[in-house]
């Protein structure tokens, strides 16, 4: 029988503005770390899988190196870098589980990483859209949430304005954001503010407004996964039930925008591998890159037929206290963006929930969740579904 991979450990910086740390210096900040929450030496590593989108925010590339400067005994421990637009952080997960499956490895370090503040607001824009179909959708205005500005302004001609929900979502996100010490932005903006355009609100793609576009963030984030729960580890494992990834076409001129396709079939594969449907899960941590993004994953995870996702949030099913908390950590849109690092940041979050860790965050009863992580508008889409390992569920 094939090993159950878990989670064992992580580390995470707070996600912000980050002037004192350069990309070495947030990767030493989480390495050993997460290592030591393990319950281990550098010498129990067998390999360290990194997540760095990069894309010219800072001059380093080659970044798995970095992994022997921050700890100097990783030094002839294999390591590589993977990139994936905004699922990087998954990507490199996912590359470190192949590892443990195929039996080449048994403990593994996984870094996801981004110093995103280092350009001015224009060339971040124009890196981030490098992530789209750059011969079709490369001279966006507004870059990225040009994209998704387009995507809420189609979604608006064919079910109605979204406005009212998008701004529930992004008042939800910020609420829950209160509660998480990582977050870039912990401020409980309200719906008012994120409803009503302001000079500090103002419209920045479509029916896009700022607080509907996730933060310009520095940050990073480290999980420590193994082939079987460690008892010297500093809180209960988690554990992998299924993870999926299926991928769509690059061009949003190929497909329906305001459908995600591939994120629909991620998770109705994870859920069918996991044995689980909805129902069975206490909070999903699911990627809100913008407000319209959650909205359409609430359709792509079938808490709501298309063009009908308003319903979850002006129900309260996804609030903290709701059926399904959504972002109980406050999401991208207010926890920050750094978009190597993103994908673990989700997953570290997931395994507080699911190991009864996550302080002012803690769900009651949470030991089943699951993670939402695509890179681009929904083109690589990794789902994991995960649970307490220690008999809980």
């Known amino acids: ?33 997460a290592i030591e929450n393990a319950g281990l030496t550098p010498a129990d590593i067998d390999g360290v899988f990194v997540g760095h989108f990069n894309g010219g925010f800072v001059r380093q590339d080659f970044s798995g190196a970095l992994a022997a400067l921050a700890v100097p005994e990783l030094r002839h421990v294999p390591s590589v870098r993977l990139e994936n637009a905004c699922a990087t952080g998954s990507a490199a997960i996912w590359a470190a589980l192949d590892a443990l499956a195929a039996g080449r490895m048994q403990r ?17 824009g124009e890196v981030l859209l490098r992530c789209s179909y750059v011969r079709e959708e ?24 979204p406005s009212d929900a998008l701004a529930r979502i992004a008042a939800k996100n910020h609420a829950h954001g209160v509660r998480n010490p990582f977050a870039h932005l912990r401020r409980d903006l309200g719906y008012d503010f994120c409803r009503t355009p302001s000079d500090k609100n103002p419209f920045v793609a479509g029916l896009l407004k700022r607080s509907d576009c996730s933060l310009v963030s520095d940050g990073a984030a480290a999980l420590v996964l193994s082939c079987e729960p460690l008892p ?30 591939g994120a629909a079939m991620a998770w109705q594969r994870g859920l069918a591998e996991a044995g689980m449907g909805l129902d069975d899960l206490h909070f999903v941590e699911t990627h809100d890159c913008f407000t319209i993004a959650e909205l359409l994953a609430y359709e792509a995870m079938g808490l709501a037929p298309q063009g009908q996702g308003a319903r979850v949030i002006d129900d309260g099913i996804s609030a903290f206290d709701g059926r399904l908390p959504v972002n109980p950590s406050g999401g991208l849109k207010s926890r920050g963006h750094p978009i190597g690092a993103t994908g673990v940041s989700q997953h570290v979050m997931a395994a507080m929930q699911l190991s009864g860790t996550a302080g002012d965050m803690q769900l009651a009863g949470a030991r089943r969740g699951a993670v939402f992580n695509m890179g681009g508008a929904a083109v690589a889409n990794y789902v994991s579904i995960l649970e307490s390992a220690e008999g809980r569920a």
């Open 232 to 261: 010297g580890a500093a809180q209960p494992a988690v554990r992998w039930r299924s993870r999926t990834q299926v991928n769509d076409f690059l061009p949003l001129s190929r497909r329906d925008p305001t459908h995600f396709e």
């Open 138 to 161: 490369g001279d966006t205005p507004g870059g990225f949430a040009g994209v998704f500005g387009q995507i809420a302004s189609v979604y608006a001609e064919r079910f109605g304005d």
């Open 108 to 124: 593994v370090l996984v870094v996801g990483l981004e110093k995103m503040n280092t350009l001015p607001n224009a060339q971040i």
């Open 1 to 33: 029988m094939a090993s159950i991979p878990h989670i064992v450990g992580w580390a995470h910086t707070p996600f912000g503005k980050l002037d004192a740390l350069d990309t070495e210096a947030l990767f030493g900040a989480v390495a050993r770390p």
